[in-house]
């Protein structure tokens, strides 16, 4: 495939010159000498590639690339300067241009970077096309009311059932997920779409207050009940009043304290630190925890009575691992997101990284697919995300040296024993002995090279042998 750049640039020289490059490695070119025969040579024509002068005599180059975009979509834009700051390099980030060349511009780091521009601005132009060709495609996704939870798997969709029936009752909540899968979103869901919706909605954190604090922290304390005591204050419970407290990471609550919260589910009321007077509070709870509470009641870290209070109405939220099929609506709403805060356009993503998305294992679940989403945005160059944006989720997961260590000496210490064992049964000589441990110890020996790729050092401290004796075993048995 040829593919077609403009070469933008007030520079006659430079213009010939890096045009011969480019054309001796394959590409078209096209040569604009200032800003207007660059406006009309994208009007005539469509580029992959956009090499763009800062200055170009009758125009900022930067002021330009807006233009270029509006009427080029699906180019990608290298900036040129012979000045290069750091305020350059910013303000065309900013305004998404794929790259940027500093004068005197290096022929090989030229030709990779026009090269990485191509392949990015082909996939950018087919992700145009096949969105033209089918607009269905766009935005055809359901949400919820609220428009920040998103997914019509089968599991998410038990998930709406339940959110839908709790909203309307009063009844405790005890929602339980991996750290990332949405349990305030869901929290508060709830709490808007319930009677109580107009009152308080209060998040406490129970993971993040120090126990000393915590029992204050919840049910308030009077004026003297503590050295910094210095007037009476209410506590989430009484800030709730009315509305809905939400008990984020309730199994990290001490024991005491759990006593404390099974009387106000069963009370309605609470007693303020220092004081001997109880208070009555009308609040809805939610609780939320990333624990397995069955696991903590064994170990009598969490009270059996407090869970079954709080086990009204129980909501399992899947890992994003298992719900795969709504990450692209997922990756929709958060560059969706992501443009309106930042008032600019939404950047696109190709089909290619969305596959690889898909395969990602997401440990941090949906939190982290946000994350990474925001740090590709911020990151990226050109109109559209790449499988380049997300190097920390696509480069190669290092492998555990211990446990392959550990996996290959006991499979080898296992060989030597029925080697030994099988031996000790034969007399025929020390030709079949030589034979048999050539077909025990020779396939392993190769998966384990393989694996640390020639390195022999590696290799004999994997298999937990001395260097030289794996020497000489790999040259009896012709390894290389």
Not at 295 to 301: H, V
Not at 302 to 312: A, G, I
């Amino acid at each position: 495939m040829s593919y077609s750049i403009l070469i933008a640039d007030d520079d006659h020289s430079l213009r010939l010159v890096l045009s011969a490059v480019l054309e001796k490695a394959g590409y078209q070119t096209v040569k604009a000498k200032n800003g207007q025969d660059a406006i009309t040579c994208v009007q005539q024509d469509e580029f992959d590639v956009i090499l763009l002068d800062i200055f170009l005599g009758d125009v900022d180059g930067l002021e330009l690339i807006e233009s270029l975009q509006k009427r080029n979509p699906s180019a990608a834009i290298i900036v040129i300067t012979g000045h290069g700051t750091t305020q350059t390099a910013i303000e065309a980030a900013k305004r998404r241009a794929y790259s940027y060349l500093t004068k005197p511009i290096d022929k090989e780091e030229l030709l990779n970077i026009v090269a990485r521009a191509a392949t990015a601005a082909t996939i950018t132009k087919e992700e145009r096309e096949i969105k033209a060709a089918h607009p269905s495609l766009v935005n055809s996704q359901t949400i919820d009311a609220q428009g920040r939870m998103v997914g019509q798997s089968p599991a998410m969709q038990t998930v709406y059932q339940i959110i839908g029936r709790a909203a309307v009752s009063d009844e405790t909540v005890l929602i339980m997920g991996e750290s990332g899968t949405g349990k305030e979103l869901v929290s508060e869901l709830i709490h808007k779409n319930s009677p109580r919706s107009e009152n308080p909605f209060v998040v406490v954190d129970c993971s993040a207050i120090p126990p000393s604090l915590i029992e204050s922290t919840l049910f308030g304390h009077v004026k003297g009940a503590f050295t910094d005591a210095h007037a009476d204050r209410k506590g989430k419970f009484e800030q709730a009043d009315s509305g809905t407290i939400f008990l984020d990471e309730v199994g990290e609550l001490p024991i005491d304290i759990q006593m404390k919260l099974l009387r106000v589910l069963q009370e309605r009321e609470i007693e303020p630190v220092g004081s001997n007077e109880t208070r009555q509070v009308d609040v809805r709870i939610i609780a939320a925890t990333n624990q397995k509470l069955n696991n903590a009641i064994a170990q009598k870290t969490f009270r059996d009575d407090l869970y079954y209070r709080l086990n009204v109405v129980p909501i399992s939220l899947p890992p994003l691992r298992e719900r795969k099929e709504d990450i692209p609506q997922l990756i929709d709403l958060f560059t969706n997101q992501f443009a309106q805060e930042y008032q600019i356009p939404k950047i696109s993503i190709s089909s290619d990284t969305i596959e690889k998305l898909i395969a990602y294992h997401w440990p941090g679940n949906v939190r982290e697919l946000e994350n990474a989403l925001k740090r590709a945005l911020v990151m990226c160059s050109g109109q559209m995300l790449l499988t380049e944006h997300f190097p920390q989720l696509f480069e190669k997961e290092p492998e555990n040296p211990i446990e392959s260590q550990n996996i290959a000496q006991q499979v080898y210490a296992l060989l030597q024993q029925q080697v030994s064992l099988y031996l000790e049964s034969e007399t025929d000589g020390s030709e079949l002995h030589a034979e048999i441990r050539e077909t025990y110890e020779k396939p392993l020996f190769e998966i384990v090279l393989q694996h640390t790729e020639g390195n022999r050092s590696k290799a004999s401290e994997i298999l937990g042998i001395n260097r030289n004796t794996l020497h000489t075993k790999l040259n009896e048995y012709g390894i290389k």
